[in-house]
């Protein structure tokens, strides 16, 4: 049932993705449903802070930019220090109210959040395609039906959470456990998957009955703008949720730092996380860090190409690459190699690169300008370290991508894979979070095993292979926080979610999560 991620595409015909299914929106469809906000002179929106339930102007701007265009379209907010102390009173002030509140109170709230949400899925997808540069179907298909269930699936979990007892006749004494909300909370959100990751640490935070204040990224701001029209309309009473906009080492610093906030959850690189880290261990905060990943994909020979490959070709490419538990690694046993290299280079010159707002498009934009330099940067890393260009970007065989005049200024770049690189090489070891993906082949399992766990990351791992023995020895000795086999990407909102060594600290899930936003508390009673 809370399985809604990308890994279920995986039973489209191939090549084809399902999102493409969708027709392109329509261009003034999400404007209709806009928060009380001023036109500046080139027709940006301009973003306001939402703080106990209202919107706040602010006097200066960042301007964030539509990566399809390259061109700006909205204004945001670049707030600092003191939004967030305005923030932080509302949400304390909200907390004693929310927090008094039983758990199926605060999940009728978040139902009605759901349901409104739902309600206008077309005009959060489109915003969160021009905003991020994904393809509209994508958003349409994926993120934005994931942020409805978020909302929905705590509003449920919440419901049905169990404390632990013992009975201690030696003693005679009867043992019981509580939780309790924390308070304010920090959440600070990426630009990948603005709504999708935003809604994911909202809805288990206020379920259990904390307030928030919250940071999107300042790249990706509108849909959680959107969303706050929502959180009105639902009725969510002033101050639980408060979205602050700017720059992290403003807004992201002063919240971290910020005496009233015990608890910070954030997703993104982990040189940020260290930085959160040494922030916060003086005031001994709690923290949930998703960071980043360099996912390894082992292929044994017995695996069954047919649907390996197009699952591969989805675990590299969707959402340009920029997907934290993207495949960037791929281990594929020699006897196998040429064949799949062979199938696997073919399927990825089979994606349209183009407008995300058309939907034949398989590959969108990337985030930035600066974003698009660093990936393309890294594949000329790769060229300088020995490795070959299979397709795609630098390879000489694949031509200009053909983009509508109006495109021209966008952020794209062609799916590429490199082979003949050694494991130590950057490209195979540092996080690049774009459509580059490296290839490259072993003998044996121990040695598959050993060179996928010889990076500094461990969020997670693919295997392909028929043999179940293979796949189970195998995951067990992977260093990372989720293997999937024979799939990518399919997810259940009851299992835990987080990685290992320097993708992060701590799980998300009915129960992690629910866990992460309270404290514990055991009473021993004398009978």
């Given at each position: ?10 039973d ?6 399902n999102?493409q ?9 999400f ?5 009380p ?13 939402f ?21 700006v379209w ?5 707030s600092?220090?003191n ?22 109170v ?15 899925l ?5 915003a ?44 005679g ?23 999708y ?9 206020i ?8 940071k ?25 949720v ?21 608890i ?12 959160i880290?040494?922030?916060?261990a ?9 960071l ?7 292929i ?6 047919a ?26 046993q ?7 290299l ?13 407008p995300?707002?058309e ?11 600066e ?19 299979e397709?795609?970007?630098?390879s ?10 109006t495109?021209?200024?966008?952020y794209?770049?062609?799916?590429t ?15 690049i979070f ?17 060179r996928?766990?010889?990076?500094n ?7 392909y ?9 195998v ?14 990407l ?7 979610f ?20 309270t404290?514990?508390k ?6």
């Amino acid at each position: 049932m809370y399985s809604s991620d990308y890994g279920d595409m995986s039973d489209c015909p191939y090549p084809e993705w399902n999102w493409q299914r969708h027709t392109v929106l329509s261009k003034t469809s999400f404007t209709s449903f806009r928060p009380p906000t001023k036109k500046s002179k080139n027709m940006a929106l301009e973003i306001q802070n939402f703080i106990n339930s209202e919107f706040v102007p602010h006097h200066r701007h960042l301007d964030s930019f539509n990566p399809g265009t390259g061109e700006v379209w909205a204004k945001i907010p670049d707030s600092g220090e003191n939004e967030v102390n305005a923030a932080v009173d509302a949400a304390k002030q909200a907390f004693l109210s929310w927090s008094a509140l039983s758990p199926d109170v605060r999940a009728g709230y978040m139902t009605r959040i759901a349901d409104l949400l739902e309600s206008r899925l077309d005009e959060f997808a489109e915003a969160e395609s021009r905003d991020q540069g994904k393809p509209v179907g994508l958003a349409t298909l994926v993120d934005i039906p994931r942020a409805v269930l978020n909302f929905k699936f705590f509003a449920s979990a919440v419901q049905h959470t169990l404390n632990d007892s013992t009975v201690q006749d030696k003693f005679g004494v009867f043992n019981y456990t509580t939780r309790k909300p924390l308070g304010v909370a920090g959440l600070i959100c990426p630009w990948n998957l603005p709504l999708y990751l935003l809604s994911f640490k909202i809805a288990p935070c206020i379920a259990a009955g904390n307030t928030c204040v919250c940071k999107p990224s300042e790249m990706t701001s509108v849909s959680a703008w959107m969303l706050c029209k929502v959180f009105n309309d639902a009725g969510l009473p002033a101050g639980v949720v408060n979205m602050v906009f700017g720059y992290g080492h403003t807004v992201g610093q002063a919240m971290v730092q910020h005496p009233a906030i015990p608890i910070i959850s954030f997703t993104g690189g982990t040189e940020t996380g260290k930085k959160i880290v040494r922030a916060t261990a003086e005031n001994f905060k709690k923290l949930s860090l998703e960071l980043g990943g360099k996912n390894a994909a082992i292929i044994f020979d017995d695996a069954d190409l047919a649907q390996c490959v197009p699952t591969v070709v989805r675990s590299s490419f969707t959402n340009q690459g920029e997907v934290c538990l993207a495949t960037s690694r791929i281990f594929v046993q020699e006897g196998l190699y040429p064949k799949f290299l062979q199938e696997y280079v073919e399927a990825t010159r089979k994606l349209k690169v183009g407008p995300p707002t058309e939907s034949t498009t398989n590959i969108g934009a990337l985030i930035s300008k600066e974003h698009l330099a660093k990936v393309k940067g890294y594949v000329a890393i790769g060229i300088q370290e020995g490795g070959h260009i299979e397709c795609g970007e630098e390879s000489g065989t694949d031509g200009e991508i053909d983009l509508p005049e109006t495109h021209k200024n966008g952020y794209y770049m062609r799916p590429t894979i490199i082979t003949n690189l050694a494991d130590s090489s950057r490209c195979m070891q540092e996080e690049i979070f774009g459509p580059v993906t490296c290839v490259v082949p072993f003998k044996t399992e121990d040695e598959a095993i050993e060179r996928a766990n010889g990076v500094n990351y461990g969020l997670c791992a693919s295997v392909y292979t028929r043999d179940l023995g293979t796949a189970h020895r195998v995951a067990h000795q992977l260093d990372v926080g989720t293997v999937w086999t024979n799939c990518w990407l399919i997810r259940d909102l009851n299992m835990p979610f987080g990685g290992t060594k320097a993708s992060g600290i701590g799980r998300e899930s009915a129960k992690a999560s629910l866990d992460f936003y309270t404290e514990e508390k055991n009473i021993c009673i004398k009978i």
